[in-house]
């Protein structure tokens, strides 16, 4: 005959039991359900670029594909930059992220892995610059075309968008001219030069005798911008003077020219690993040189964000700009 103790003990045992099996067949549902996501997002990938990019996002987080590896796996930031410009869906390709991690969160692995001010400039890379750092934006809105540029401190006029040291016997520096000169008008264009964290201002001048435009690089740190109203009222005050530079000695034809594509043309790392394909008739960058491997002519182009690149010659154009 049991007494009431035994009872009391039987029944809590149950329902130990009973919660204990609950929270197992919770548990394995959630996991059938998540692995389901997964393999639904994973799914798309041959479908679905932005899926395609979560996948490879993950990868450069998580190398080894073993979630419990990922706080030991090295993080190659290098591809994850590669991956940013190729995005056109980042709210997409964060979805995805999530299904395929069974619930990991994007932006936070993000700036654990790279930081914030590496964050930053992902997100200005994969939103073409709508939000992160303007750095790597191709589009700024300080910086319009057809405003004068005049120095506010002694600047370095340079060929190439490219912090090259004065003393380097083949450095690109035109000319230094000195604080408070006219140098010329903004083209709208710029250049992030990404080793020395400079930002370069591309403006022109017209050539005294040909009146062809000849377009040359300044820091942005070192000048100001001006509309002509500006412009006009300061010179009631005094005269800004204006520094001929069209025509120096020195002046390279590289400076005036880019590089454009004319097929389907695939981008390089400088390391030549493939990145991205970019279609017809874009604007790649600025020729720096030419190599020939044996295999193929290949042209090293600086872009407008300031990434060194190459790209096989036979696919695109050298031409002046216009």
Do not use: C
């Amino acid at each position: 005959m049991k007494n009431g103790n035994q009872y009391i003990s039987e029944g809590l045992t149950d329902k130990l039991l009973k919660v204990g099996a609950a929270a197992f067949l919770f548990f394995i549902g959630k996991k059938m359900l998540d692995k389901k996501a997964e393999d639904s997002a994973d799914s798309q990938i041959d479908k679905n670029p932005a899926a395609g990019q979560a996948r490879m996002l993950n990868a450069a987080m998580n190398p080894s594909g073993f979630s419990w590896m990922r706080t030991f796996d090295g993080t190659s930031t290098d591809a994850i930059y590669m991956i940013a410009p190729q995005i056109t869906d980042l709210d997409a390709v964060k979805d995805f992220y999530k299904a395929q991690t069974q619930g990991r969160v994007l932006h936070e692995d993000l700036i654990n892995e790279l930081g914030a001010e590496g964050y930053d400039k992902f997100l200005a890379l994969a939103t073409k610059g709508k939000s992160g750092s303007p750095k790597y934006s191709t589009v700024r809105k300080d910086i319009p075309a057809n405003l004068w540029i005049v120095t506010i401190a002694d600047a370095n006029i340079r060929k190439t968008p490219k912090k090259e040291s004065s003393y380097l016997p083949s450095n690109n520096i035109v000319k230094l001219v000195s604080k408070g000169k006219s140098i010329g008008i903004t083209t709208g264009k710029y250049a992030y030069d990404e080793s020395s964290d400079v930002t370069f201002i591309e403006f022109f001048t017209l050539g005294v005798k040909d009146k062809i435009k000849h377009y040359f690089y300044v820091a942005k740190s070192q000048v100001e911008l001006l509309n002509k109203t500006e412009k006009d009222k300061r010179e009631k005050t005094a005269k800004i003077p204006f520094e001929l530079l069209a025509g120096l000695s020195g002046t390279s034809d590289e400076s005036q020219m880019q590089v454009v594509s004319i097929r389907p043309t695939i981008i390089y790392t400088e390391q030549f690993n493939p990145i991205q394909q970019l279609p017809k008739n874009i604007i790649i960058g600025f020729p720096l040189l030419t190599l020939d491997t044996g295999k193929g002519q290949y042209i090293k182009v600086q872009t407008v964000q300031g990434f060194i690149r190459w790209v096989k010659q036979e696919d695109t154009i050298t031409q002046r700009r216009t």
